[in-house]
């Protein structure tokens, strides 16, 4: 029942056995998490940028939330892909260590909510993998399978757009993981109200 606790002892980073000991209880946060990746290969592509908002009482609080460029240098290099737009940037950058740690510093043992939030899941397990961590903890919620829940719908998924385009959430012409991550907030908390969650 508390396999987590077993693990706190296991020679993991400072960082890690602090998110593992949150889970002794249960939040009544959510963050809604947005991942810009290179493609959609687990094994091949990284983490370009995390964008996130924390929901508490069916309200979003701006002030709690999460943005970081991930300097991917290397793989840019390796690929030769322009690192333009990561040099330019305003927004503030991390590596890939320093990134991961700090979103999971930032979620602590809230409630996922992500738009196929099972792949971002996924891609910050794979960088946890390589700081010698466990996997995410946290409960994760999808708008995608809320939204064909309500509609009684199985054979069909929805992109982030579509879905806006059914609720009515404005568009930007500013793409960034933070921007969908807000957008995702809007569309949550709409499903939710609907769901009577």
Known sequence: MLDWLKNINKDYPEFWKAYLSKFEQKSNRFVVLSTETSGLSLSKDVILSMGAFSII???IIIA???????????????NGISNEFT???????MGEPD???ALVEFIGNSVLVGHHVDFDVEMINVALEKLGCG???NEALDIDV??????DINNKQFSLEELCDIYKIPKSDRNSSSEDAYKIALLF???KSRLRL
């Open 87 to 93: 040099v330019e940037t305003k927004m503030k950058k």
């Open 99 to 101: 990134g991961i740690q």
């Open 146 to 151: 809320m939204h064909r829940k309500l509609n």
């Open 189 to 191: 908390l709409k499903l």
């Open 135 to 137: 996997r995410l903890k």
């Open 64 to 78: 709690d939330s999460f943005e970081t460029v991930i300097a991917q240098y290397k793989f840019f290099h390796d």
């Open 57 to 59: 009482n069916d309200s």
